[in-house]
């Protein structure tokens, strides 16, 4: 499996997502401000996978915080971390799970707090784990055998801590003996979909085709794909989800061709606090990475450029929410509330 994020006596130690795939790289944050970095420039990158290196983070700086001054470092410390990306649910949930778990322990000596915390830190890496096998064990039946499934983005095993949440349904299937194939989508403008997701698939030599975005629709309307299958970044109570920018066109281009369109993501990343996607915050990135390929201009100087990371599909386009606590339908509001309330994850 590959490791994207682990805890290491040096520090936290992740995969660079940017240097793949020529390169396989791995580099160490020693402090939490090196963590926040990271997330920001995508070294390490989808929601689970941020929300794992966010809980690292607020323990490596707690390691090397003044035990004077703990309550003080501890806010900074989370608030440097939470104003790294502002779209992924998970990031903000890692970061209260560790800040209420502080808020429990702050009365033990320094030395216990600090072995709590990268207790917790290294739990939240493990539970992703096993919550990536559980989504993939509750999608592998909605996978038609024989057929093509459509993903956009990465949401695999790099975008997570382990396994993945869409690729996982992936290897779920071909675990149970499924024949499938994926297409993937080059998803632009960072391209995750060429760099990683096809160069996950080809390492577990499940077979992979690589796409442009815009032959999404040509493929969906020529009757191989048997569905789509994505990740999700934030899910509202209505089942609006957020994802990478390009899922609503593939969401709208599936439901015209009778494809099912379906979204795998853990209970962490759904945000019941909003009615609906609207209330959703969307990631503007730079400029340069619509305008550049790895560092090589194809606009002009001066070209204008927006770069939302983000779009949200709405729920009507949405065929189903896969979790590790089950599969989620229309109406979400009841079906997500259900799966929110539930305390364990579902075997």
Same mark, same amino acid.
Not at 11 to 36: F, K, N
């Given at each position: 499996?590959?490791?994207?994020?682990?805890?290491?006596?040096e520090?936290?130690?992740?995969?660079?997502?940017?240097?793949?795939?020529?390169?396989?790289?791995?580099?160490?944050?020693?402090?939490?401000?090196?963590?926040?970095d990271?997330?920001?420039?995508?070294?390490?990158?989808?929601?689970?996978?941020?929300?794992?290196?966010?809980?690292?983070?607020?323990?490596?700086?707690?390691?090397?915080?003044?035990?004077?001054?703990?309550?003080?470092?501890?806010e900074?410390?989370?608030?440097?971390?939470?104003?790294?990306?502002?779209?992924?649910?998970n990031?903000?949930?890692?970061?209260?799970?560790?800040?209420?778990?502080?808020?429990?322990?702050?009365?033990?000596?320094?030395?216990?707090i600090?072995?709590?915390?990268?207790?917790?830190?290294?739990?939240?890496?493990?539970?992703?784990?096993?919550?990536?096998?559980?989504?993939?064990?509750?999608?592998?039946?909605?996978?038609?055998?024989?057929?093509?499934?459509?993903?956009?983005?990465?949401?695999?095993?790099?975008?997570?801590?382990?396994?993945?949440?869409?690729?996982?349904?992936?290897?779920?299937?071909?675990?149970?003996?499924?024949?499938?194939?994926?297409?993937?989508?080059?998803?632009?403008?960072?391209?995750?979909?060429?760099?990683?997701?096809?160069?996950?698939?080809?390492?577990d030599?499940?077979?992979a085709?690589?796409?442009?975005?815009?032959?999404?629709?040509?493929?969906?309307?020529?009757?191989?794909?048997?569905? !789509?299958?994505?990740? *999700?970044?934030?899910?509202?109570? #209505?089942?609006? @989800?957020?994802?990478? /920018?390009?899922?609503? +066109? &593939? $969401?709208?281009?599936?439901?015209?061709?009778?494809?099912?369109f379906?979204?795998?993501?853990?209970?962490?990343?759904?945000?019941?606090t909003?009615?609906?996607?609207?209330?959703?915050?969307?990631?503007?990135?730079?400029?340069?990475?619509?305008?550049?390929?790895?560092?090589?201009?194809?606009?002009?100087?001066?070209?204008? !450029?927006?770069?939302? *990371?983000?779009?949200?599909?709405? #729920?009507?386009? @949405?065929?189903?929410? /896969?979790?590790?606590? +089950? &599969? $989620?339908?229309?109406?979400?509001?009841?079906?997500l509330?259900?799966?929110a309330?539930?305390?364990?994850?579902?075997?």
């Open positions: 499996m590959i490791e994207t994020i682990q805890w290491s006596g520090g936290v130690v992740m995969i660079d997502q940017t240097r793949l795939p020529a390169e396989e790289i791995y580099v160490t944050c020693r402090s939490y401000t090196e963590v926040a990271a997330i920001r420039t995508m070294i390490v990158r989808g929601a689970p996978a941020i929300g794992v290196a966010a809980a690292m983070g607020v323990a490596l700086g707690v390691l090397f915080a003044d035990p004077a001054d703990l309550d003080f470092q501890v900074q410390i989370c608030a440097e971390l939470a104003s790294t990306r502002p779209t992924a649910v990031l903000f949930w890692a970061i209260e799970r560790m800040k209420r778990l502080y808020g429990s322990v702050r009365h033990l000596p320094w030395e216990q600090r072995d709590r915390l990268i207790t917790e830190a290294k739990l939240i890496r493990e539970e992703d784990i096993e919550i990536n096998r559980a989504i993939g064990r509750h999608g592998a039946p909605l996978v038609p055998d024989g057929k093509t499934i459509l993903t956009h983005c990465n949401a695999g095993a790099l975008a997570t801590a382990g396994y993945g949440t869409a690729l996982g349904v992936v290897r779920a299937a071909v675990g149970a003996g499924k024949h499938i194939d994926v297409f993937a989508d080059e998803t632009r403008p960072f391209l995750q979909g060429a760099r990683l997701t096809v160069w996950e698939l080809q390492r030599g499940i077979p085709t690589l796409i442009t975005d815009n032959m999404a629709g040509y493929f969906l309307h020529s009757g191989r794909i048997g569905c !789509v299958i994505v990740g *999700a970044d934030r899910i509202a109570a #209505n089942g609006d @989800v957020a994802n990478k /920018i390009g899922t609503y +066109g &593939v $969401a709208v281009l599936a439901k015209e061709n009778g494809v099912p379906y979204v795998a993501a853990p209970v962490s990343t759904l945000d019941l909003l009615a609906d996607g609207d209330g959703i915050p969307i990631e503007e990135r730079g400029a340069a990475e619509v305008t550049h390929v790895h560092g090589v201009r194809i606009a002009p100087v001066g070209t204008e !450029v927006r770069n939302p *990371a983000f779009d949200v599909t709405p #729920n009507r386009y @949405v065929s189903a929410i /896969i979790t590790e606590r +089950g &599969v $989620a339908r229309a109406p979400y509001t009841e079906s509330r259900e799966l309330a539930m305390e364990t994850v579902k075997k």
